[in-house]
């Protein structure tokens, strides 16, 4: 599959371009923002596409014509306000769904949030991002895209371990960036975990099981 990864200069993003270049069995497409970001990831030799976010669908839907799946790992990141968060983790996610639905491209895997869909248990220090992460992951499921809900716990900048606990609801926990980037690939093509939303922490049990298992 030619697969899209919006947020492909971000930490998992970038995880998940690599794991797609390396495995042979799709071929990743970096989105993004800025000319020197496709520079970057052209020296590589992966293929880059130039859109954003907080622009038109119209300029998504010209980013993923012809591709067969996207992956969603965007964000706005700590360091700005409840605005970009909006704009970014929610509205770009649905023009993102919009862009999706009107070119056909029915493969969807989306980077959420632990507990996203279950208010009660929202971090209450991170509030708009959680009701970003919530509604956007309402869209998805009302989109009738393949979709797939990734709610990660808490990212770690460690080496994986390749072992982790996914089911629909888990205790908070966290989980190195480089797993969430291996369950990603590893989805993209499962059958099994089209239109499934699952939390995601380490744990004790390899990723092709616990997808499998979802």
Do not use: C
């Amino acid at each position: 599959m030619k697969v899209i990864i919006a947020g492909a200069n971000g930490q998992i993003g970038k995880q998940v371009v690599e794991l797609l270049q390396s495995g042979g069995e799709h071929t990743p497409i970096a989105m993004v923002r800025k000319q020197e970001q496709a520079d970057a990831f052209a020296e590589k030799g992966i293929e880059t596409v130039l859109a954003d976010l907080e622009g038109t669908v119209s300029d998504l839907e010209n980013a993923v014509k012809g591709s067969d799946a996207i992956v969603f790992t965007a964000g706005s990141g700590g360091s700005t306000g409840s605005d970009k968060t909006l704009l970014i983790d929610l509205d770009g996610a649905g023009k993102l769904i919009e862009a999706a639905k009107q070119t056909g491209v029915q493969r969807f895997v989306m980077v959420s949030a632990l507990q996203a869909h279950n208010r009660e248990n929202w971090n209450e220090q991170l509030l708009p991002y959680y009701a970003a992460k919530h509604y956007a992951d309402k869209e998805l499921e009302r989109s009738g895209l393949d979709y797939t809900i990734v709610r990660p716990g808490g990212l770690l900048n460690e080496p994986g371990t390749g072992k982790v606990s996914a089911a629909e609801n888990l205790e908070r926990g966290s989980i190195p960036r480089e797993d969430v980037a291996r369950v990603i690939a590893a989805s993209l093509a499962e059958n099994h975990t089209f239109k499934k939303s699952f939390d995601l922490i380490s744990g004790d049990t390899s990723i092709d099981e616990a997808i499998r298992s979802i």
